[in-house]
């Protein structure tokens, strides 16, 4: 089986080559990009499976870089880990909500990054859901990537759009904040719980019309489940 390709992307040269060895050592391939342009372009050319992207860089930062990748069908679904020295807590939801995989920050050892990308390869790696979900008038389709309600589009972000297909798929079960962490974040223990509670709110809120909200329901003490039974 050939090796997974990592793109690094910063802009520091001693941090580059470090997390160059750090992935290397633990048998990936590496390429490496010194600021977004020359990233995208090898993004396209290359086709790495993961991208490690620093958050601060000059000109174009990686949330734009981020953004823009996510806007264009062909990188959509690139697994994209940030990397940045932010840690407000705002910050992080800002990445994530702008579609990253997971959030890290500096410092941090070559052990826990190699564990956060495994993690979220791994996650990304499960079988891909293919079959279209009907419950009542809302409609999931996985192929083509849309929700509809009675025919009206949808617009989600990337982390609802997975939310979304998390409950779907395990409905009429309670989940704690732990374990929607682990299903939708790939087992990433660094997050606060509250980013559950912030996505979950966006969700809701992007599926209100005709009152679909009320299928992701709040399980006090326990976590949240999604059912079309009335909430307890």
Known sequence: MPKQLILVVEDEPAIREMLAIALEAADYRVITANDAQMAHGRIIDD???????????????????????RRNDITAKLPVVMLTAKSEEDSTVTGLDAGADDYIQKPFSPRELIARIKAVLRRLGREELVDPIRVDQLDF??????????????????????????FLTHQERVYSR????????????????????????????????????RYIQTVRGAGYRFSKLAAD
Not at 54 to 65: A, F, R, V
Not at 141 to 166: C, K, M, N, W
């Open 178 to 213: 732990d374990q929607i962490l682990d299903y939708v974040w790939g087992g990433n223990a660094y997050l606060d719980e509250r980013t559950v509670d912030v996505h979950i709110r966006r969700l809701r809120k992007a599926i209100s019309h005709n009152n679909y909200d």
């Open 141 to 166: 389709d996985p192929v083509s990537h849309r929700v509809t309600i009675a025919g009206e589009a949808v617009t989600l972000g990337p982390t609802e759009y997975r939310l979304l297909q998390f």
């Open 47 to 69: 086709k790495p499976d993961l991208v490690l992207l620093d958050w601060m860089m000059p000109g174009t930062t990686g949330l734009e870089l981020l953004r823009r990748l």
